[in-house]
């Protein structure tokens, strides 16, 4: 029997079980939208947790550079059973985090490739993000701001909010050089070479959280795979392990499932929806019934095996 991490299908992406629990688990521990977190880990390393960045010291499921990395593990490492890594990270008087070991550095930096902590780091590191816009911005902080402060780190997007709402036509490679020089495609039109303003750099922003966020939202799989899913609250299952046809095109769940779900929808007047439920009409009922609906090839528990 193979050992291997079931890989489930999301659109194009193919993401273990490994990396989906940790996701999961992550957005329930910190109360990260599901789906914003989902959406992260496909824009930022298309759900590798080995991913390494060409340009930056950006590493594992949430590409975190190594100084922003060591000061999560200082801030919130103790809360999530990382303590002794914790203890081991010093203030500089500059205020930057120092791990005087080199060994010991070494092993805190390569945390970053296990899954489930770099989620649980990045559930926190959004909630950390969003206290600080909304204390220094204001506003609604959704999606596409909380993208803006990983992206360029709090204090950036603090920045880049700031100036866009008093020039949103001013260059974005003249405020943020650094960020440009190693972002290329973000900061400059690729056709052109012209440098991107405020509005055009938050538009890619935006667009990329949207995509992301609606890929989350279907349940989609090819290849054979295990079908997922995905609602904003973090319930995430394998509904279809029936492999498809040779045929091109995305495989669908079966008629009796859809016929299940469909009927389900149809909700007695009261049912609570919750916030931000999106397009799909679902109230937290229905997606949590269909969560309990029976998968094929499992058996229920009390059955005979």
């Known amino acids: 029997m193979s050992n291997a991490s079931p890989a489930y299908a999301i659109g194009d992406y193919d993401v273990s079980s490994r990396v989906l629990s940790a996701v999961q688990e992550a957005s329930r521990r910190t ?19 080995d991913a390494r960045a060409g340009t930056t010291s950006a590493s594992g499921l949430y590409q975190f550079i190594d100084s922003t ?15 002794r890594y914790a203890d081991q990270i010093v203030e500089r008087v500059d205020g930057s985090m120092s791990v005087p070991n080199r060994a010991a550095r070494e092993e805190i930096l390569g945390l970053r490739f296990d899954p489930r902590i770099n989620a649980l780091m990045a559930g926190e590191f959004a909630q950390d993000n969003r206290a600080h816009l909304e204390a220094r911005v204001g506003g609604d902080i959704g999606p596409t701001e909380l ?25 974005a490679a003249g405020l943020f050089p650094a960020a440009a020089r190693a972002n290329r495609a973000v900061f400059y039109n690729r056709a052109t070479g012209q440098p991107r303003t405020l509005d055009e750099v938050y538009g ?28 904003h609250f973090g319930q995430a299952r394998m509904i279809s392990a029936v492999p498809r046809p040779t045929a091109v095109g995305a495989y669908a769940p079966s008629a009796a499932w859809q016929n299940q779900v469909a009927a389900l929808a149809h909700n007695t007047p009261g049912t609570p929806t919750p916030a931000g439920a999106g397009s799909s009409g679902l109230s937290m009922w229905t997606m949590l019934t269909a969560s309990a609906l029976p998968i094929p090839g499992e058996t229920p528990p009390g059955a005979a095996s």
Do not use: C
Request: glycine content about 12%; hydrophobic content about 45%.
């Open 31 to 49: 109360g990260v939208d599901f789906r914003y977190m989902m959406a992260k880990a496909a824009q930022e390393s298309a759900f590798r947790a």
């Open 69 to 83: 990395w060591l000061n999560m593990i200082k801030e919130h490492g103790r809360e999530h059973g990382l303590g």
């Open 147 to 171: 993208y803006l402060a990983h992206f360029l780190g709090a204090a950036g997007a603090t920045t880049f909010l700031k100036a866009q709402q008093e020039n949103p036509l001013q260059s």
């Open 204 to 231: 890619w922003a935006d667009r990329r959280m949207a995509q992301g966020m609606a890929l989350v939202d279907g349940g989609v799989s090819s290849g054979g795979r295990p079908m997922v899913l995905a609602s």
